[in-house]
């Protein structure tokens, strides 16, 4: 059984997100989802709501399943059973950023392998970073979400309905 994390902090979880599941699921027989909630860091979504959306997205995915941390996550990768961390690039930032994370993993433990998918160019420029700016402007985000989140999201905003539609 090839088991592996997915962390990040999915705030919401985007399309780019979903692409990156999907296609982890042809490498693993088992993806586990990993919402770091991080206390000095405020988020936009509850870890309640970000766990809720992943779920629903994958509800017809038994090989998927979320989960909640607040430890370092080779410690939570080695709790939930997972011998790989699946991570996503989207440009060359991120790549840099994503290298001192893997030294690091690598020296609290060298056990755990980090796996890397390049982004399609579809959903490349998509971060929760930038989702959440749409949001708070109540702009679009058809392209950016799945439906189920746009849906209760445009809930939130005055007349359920975004602002340049
Ligand atoms: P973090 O706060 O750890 O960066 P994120 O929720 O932003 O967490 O992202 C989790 C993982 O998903 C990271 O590996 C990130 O690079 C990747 N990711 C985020 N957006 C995309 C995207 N559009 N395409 C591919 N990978 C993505």
Same mark, same amino acid.
């Given at each position: 059984?090839?088991?592996? =994390?997915?962390?990040? @902090?999915?705030? *919401?979880?985007? =399309?780019?997100?979903?692409?990156? $599941?999907?296609?982890?699921? @042809? +490498? ?8 770091? $909630?991080?206390? %000095?860091? /405020?988020?936009?979504? @509850?870890?309640?709501?970000? /766990?809720?959306? $992943? ?7 038994? #090989? ?6 607040? @430890? ?5 990768? #080695?709790?939930?059973?997972? /011998?790989? $961390? =699946? ?9 840099? !950023? ?8 690598? /020296? ?8 890397? +998918?390049?982004? %399609? ?6 971060? %929760? ?11 679009? +985000?058809?392209?950016? =979400? *799945? ?9 939130? !905003? *005055? ?7």
């Amino acid at each position: 059984m090839q088991r592996a =994390l997915f962390p990040g @902090s999915f705030d *919401p979880i985007t =399309l780019g997100h979903i692409e990156i $599941i999907q296609r982890g699921l @042809s +490498l693993f027989d088992e993806i586990v989802v990993g919402i770091g $909630i991080n206390t %000095s860091k /405020q988020a936009m979504f @509850s870890p309640e709501v970000r /766990q809720r959306w $992943i779920e629903i997205a994958f509800r017809h995915e038994p #090989r998927v399943r979320v989960a909640c941390y607040s @430890s370092l996550t080779v410690l939570f990768a #080695r709790e939930v059973g997972a /011998q790989f $961390i =699946l991570r996503g690039l989207r440009s060359a930032p991120d790549y840099e !950023y994503e290298r001192n994370i893997d030294l690091l993993n690598k /020296q609290l433990d060298p056990n755990i392998e980090t796996f890397y +998918l390049l982004s %399609s160019p579809q959903t490349s420029f998509v971060s %929760s970073t930038l989702v959440r700016e749409v949001i708070r402007f109540r702009g679009r +985000l058809e392209g950016l =979400l *799945p439906p189920h989140i746009i849906e209760d999201i445009y809930k939130l !905003y *005055p007349g359920g309905k975004p602002v340049t539609a």
